[in-house]
T-cell receptor
Framework: NAGVTQTPKFRVLKTGQSMTLLCAQD?????MYWYRQDPGMGLRLIHY???????AKGEVPDGYNVSRLKKQNFLLGLESAAPSQTSVYFC?????????????FGPGTRLTVT | GENVEQHPSTLSVQEGDSAVIKCTYS??????FPWYKQELGKGPQLIID?????GEKKDQRIAVTLNKTAKHFSLHITETQPEDSAVYFC??????????????FGKGTKLSVIP
């Protein structure tokens, strides 16, 4: 099993450009998440999904959109990139039972917006 | 919403010594508290977790304690080794409605084990 994979690993964008980050998991998990990680800020939840066709906002959703058309994939889109979106983005997936479930993280995507 | 505070932000210990990282949370309804280890250039990985009906859990050199009354939990690493050097995150799981749960993370502790 590959676990959670993310594409691409690195990307440089100019302000105003758009891009999509792809996350894929092969563990048949219902839940998927997108986080951003900034120095000294820990991991902050952007959007999440509790199943195919569902999405919900997390702590910092502004400027991002997501889609979960297939259970194994969760896409994060930036329609008009801003320098404030320079960050490392992590995707995660989990099963949930009674509020408990290990989140499995991907290797991350380092995004720089100039 | 849930707020998780983590201390210290950096910690240096001599190899063989113990390391303790502490976290507090605000939502008394939180029921699951995992700890993640993140090595340089990698995603976080779960190392140990504890549920709210348990006070302490051990796994070899790693232990976690939970005080629900005080709303704090701690990670203890004994006999530290250089490979324990990493950033450690605590988290708390809270119900966010419609059958879904979220993890709120602390800001992390950078642990350095000096050989």
């Amino acid at each position: 099993n590959a676990g959670v994979t993310q594409t691409p690993k690195f990307r440089v964008l100019k302000t105003g450009q758009s891009m999509t980050l792809l996350c894929a998991q092969d563990m048949n998990h219902e839940y998927m998440y997108w986080y951003r990680q900034d120095p000294g800020m820990g991991l902050r939840l952007i959007h999440y999904s509790v199943g195919e066709g569902t999405t919900a906002k997390g702590e910092v959703p502004d400027g991002y959109n997501v889609s979960r058309l297939k259970k194994q994939n969760f896409l994060l889109g930036l329609e008009s990139a801003a320098p404030s979106q320079t960050s490392v983005y992590f995707c995660a997936s989990s099963y949930i039972l009674a509020g408990v479930g290990e989140q499995y993280f991907g290797p991350g995507t380092r995004l720089t917006v100039t | 919403g849930e707020n998780v505070e983590q201390h210290p932000s950096t910690l240096s210990v001599q190899e063989g010594d113990s390391a303790v990282i502490k976290c507090t949370y605000s939502d008394s309804a939180s029921n699951y508290f995992p700890w993640y280890k993140q090595e340089l250039g990698k995603g976080p990985q779960l190392i140990i977790d504890i549920r709210s009906n348990v006070g302490e859990k051990k796994d070899q050199r790693i232990a976690v304690t939970l005080n629900k009354t005080a709303k704090h939990f701690s990670l203890h690493i004994t006999e530290t080794q250089p490979e324990d050097s990493a950033v450690y995150f605590c988290a708390a799981s809270t119900y966010s409605g419609a059958g879904s749960y979220q993890l709120t993370f602390g800001k992390g502790t950078k642990l350095s084990v000096i050989p």
